[in-house]
Nanobody, 117 residues
Framework: QVQLVESGGGLVQAGGSLRLSCAAS????????MGWYRQAPGKQRELVAA???????NYADSVKGRFTISRDNAKNTVYLQMNSLKPEDTAVYYC???????????WGQGTQVTVSS
């Protein structure tokens, strides 16, 4: 079993920055993908950014150039640096880990990000 705990959400003005962290614990296989999803009220959950254990990344077009995902494999922690935030970034952000071994997927509890105009 794997547990994910997010932190770093909050309220920020448009143009500001936040950094989200997600620490994983439990039976973590080394080959995995960690990422961030977000869900706004009335909308589908969408992938924001993901990073593999090898360091490959991908981003939603809406956040490219503004957000940066990174990870510390030794600490089993993934980060999302969010710059130049916009009101449309407002959502609950969820940490995700996909384990290649067994094809298992795990989710954090979510952290609220609110961007005011």
């Amino acid at each position: 079993q794997v547990q994910l705990v997010e932190s770093g959400g909050g309220l920020v003005q448009a143009g500001g920055s936040l950094r989200l962290s997600c620490a994983a614990s439990g039976n973590i296989f080394s080959i995995n993908v960690m990422g961030w999803y977000r869900q706004a009220p009335g909308k589908q959950r969408e992938l924001v950014a993901a990073i593999s254990s090898g360091g490959s990344t991908n981003y939603a077009d809406s956040v490219k150039g503004r957000f940066t995902i990174s990870r510390d494999n030794a600490k089993n922690t993934v980060y999302l640096q969010m710059n130049s935030l916009k009101p449309e970034d407002t959502a609950v952000y969820y940490c995700n880990l996909y384990s290649v071994i067994g094809g298992r997927e795990y989710w954090g509890q979510g952290t609220q990000v609110t961007v005011s105009s």
